[in-house]
């Protein structure tokens, strides 16, 4: 049983507030969360108790339908100026996944051209929505363009977790997997743990155990002697942003890739348009940097000296040198890639 529609992520209609999965419980306690305001939302992304590039995006623009919803502003000027300073707000919580800003403007731009308060609110909704279901759709044209990709009887590895949890529903990297099972392959998935907050671990193993697939988890380090031992058949990974010149993604994916070239294994990226940002290259994106202590720490437990120092950058960016196939709702792409079309696509409504 995959994480149902809105899952992850919905609004309330009654309450009139965001509901999401908190994913920093997972797998121990299957609790929601619910927002009520704009503030309570960044501080849910800023935890991770969302994430995932695609679902990000979600609650980029659910927070914006959040912020007019919630507004007590009459004025239309000033209504606007409000929500954008709650847009802006959402966009500074996490720096990379290019989504969240996506799904912001996306829901911006309507309640901008609104010509009353009560109008601005109601496309706001309107078109948060329209993200989500835009969303379940583009995972499962991923799924199905990617499992054709799969062998019959195939290991699949995977780093972090691009599954339902970081979308709407289905996934992009686990949509890939699921699409293949449904479509009657035998697949096997070795997850990473993704240290340090264990989204392989936690997340992704929780999401294919309840789908009845067979998933291991491994710790990152132990990806490339298994690749040696030829027990791995592909990587696929999702993404967090497709820039010029790289694909960024959770920490430890730039690893598996220069593994995979080494041991001539494919290295596949399954990600929508709405990640894609073909204006940039990679020396121009900000890779977040979070907390020091979700290293020095195991539970309360110190585990690094005191008076050690710790690096703690979230991402990486493997060179598109190393990407065997990028997997799009719009098909797979192959290398040497051209993103003109991807760029016009993502700037369409
Ligand atoms: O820090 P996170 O958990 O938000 O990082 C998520 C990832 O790196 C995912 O692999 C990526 O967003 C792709 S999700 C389909």
Avoid at 96 to 125: F, K, M, Q, Y
Avoid at 171 to 180: E, I, K, N, P, Y
Avoid at 231 to 237: G, Q
Wanted: hydrophobic residues 45%; charged residues 25%; aromatic residues 4%.
């Amino acid at each position: 049983m995959i994480p149902l529609p809105g899952e992850t992520i919905r609004w309330e209609e009654a309450a009139g507030e965001v509901s999401l999965l908190d994913q920093t419980a997972l797998p121990a306690r299957v609790q929601r969360i619910r927002c009520r305001d704009v503030e309570r939302l960044a501080e849910a992304i800023r935890r991770l108790e969302i994430r995932g590039a695609p679902a990000l995006g979600l609650a980029g623009a659910y927070g914006v339908a959040l912020a007019a919803a919630r507004s007590r502003e009459p004025d239309l000027p000033r209504f606007l100026a409000g929500v954008a300073e709650s847009a802006e707000l959402l966009r500074t919580t996490r720096p990379t996944a290019v989504n969240l800003s996506w799904g912001i403007d996306r829901v911006l731009a309507r309640v901008r051209a609104a010509r009353s308060v009560e109008e601005g609110r109601r496309v706001a909704l309107t078109e948060a929505k329209a993200v989500a279901e835009e969303d379940a759709l583009t995972c499962r044209r991923i799924g199905e363009h990617g499992a054709a990709l799969l062998p019959d009887r195939c290991t699949v590895l995977t780093h972090c977790n691009a599954g339902a949890l970081a979308t709407s529903e289905w996934g992009t990297a686990l949509g890939v997997v699921r699409s293949a099972v449904a479509a009657g392959k035998e697949i096997r998935v070795l997850a990473c743990e993704t240290r340090p907050l264990l989204q392989g671990a936690r997340l992704t193993a929780w999401e294919l155990v309840r789908d009845g697939i067979p998933v291991t988890v491994i710790v990152d380090s132990a990806a490339a002697a298994l690749m040696q031992a030829k027990e791995v058949d592909c990587v696929i990974v999702g993404a967090d942003r497709i820039t010029r010149d790289a694909v960024f993604n959770k920490v430890g994916t730039y690893m598996h890739a220069v593994s995979a070239r080494f041991h001539g294994i494919p290295f596949y990226v399954a990600a929508p348009h709405s990640t894609f940002d073909t204006g940039s290259t990679a020396a121009d994106i900000v890779v977040e940097e979070r907390d020091g202590d979700e290293i020095r720490f195991r539970g309360q437990e110190p585990v690094v000296p005191a008076r050690a120092g710790v690096r703690n950058p979230a991402f990486d960016a493997s060179p598109l040198a190393l990407v065997s196939a990028i997997i799009t709702e719009d098909g797979v792409m192959r290398p040497p890639y051209d993103f003109t079309a991807a760029g016009k696509r993502r700037e369409a409504p």
